[in-house]
């Protein structure tokens, strides 16, 4: 048993293994939050797909979970994702939820930034949405019906 008056002492209750039934406590309270926060429907619903994601991975891992140990676990399990081929977005929101829910349950922590390792597979951003170009803008302006279509909201 450590002295709790000595330099052993941990300045978190560290669990053996992942406790499942206290993570989904707590991701409940979170999205709860959310809601009480205005946050809309869709908002928490992509907290909710991320973080059930994430309770995925830490119940494979079978880790404890708590503040020192929280950064590190997402760092490696973004980097499993990228070794998948998993998507750059799916990455980057599991990272957007889980710093979402890091601040909320650790405020007094530091979050460390995580960058988004390269996907081993050859789908990463290929279906990104693009602009429309000048010309096909001013093709678009043309076919309207110049009658209806106002500039200054009057018509």
Known sequence: MP????????????????DLVFYQQSVSQFLLDG???????????????????????LTSQ???????SFVRLVQQMVTEMAEQGRAHDTM????RSCRCFFRFFYPGNKWTSIPIPLSKGNNVNKQ???SFTTTEIRTILERADQKTLSATGTM
């Open 128 to 130: 990104k949405m693009s």
């Open 35 to 57: 809601k009480y926060r205005n946050l809309s429907p869709s908002t928490i619903e992509f907290y909710k797909y991320h973080l059930l994601g994430f309770q995925r991975y």
């Open 92 to 95: 980057a929101g599991r990272i």
């Open 3 to 18: 002295d709790f008056n000595t330099s052993e002492a941990t300045p978190f209750v560290t669990f053996p293994a992942f």
């Open 62 to 68: 079978n880790q404890p979970l708590n503040g020192l």
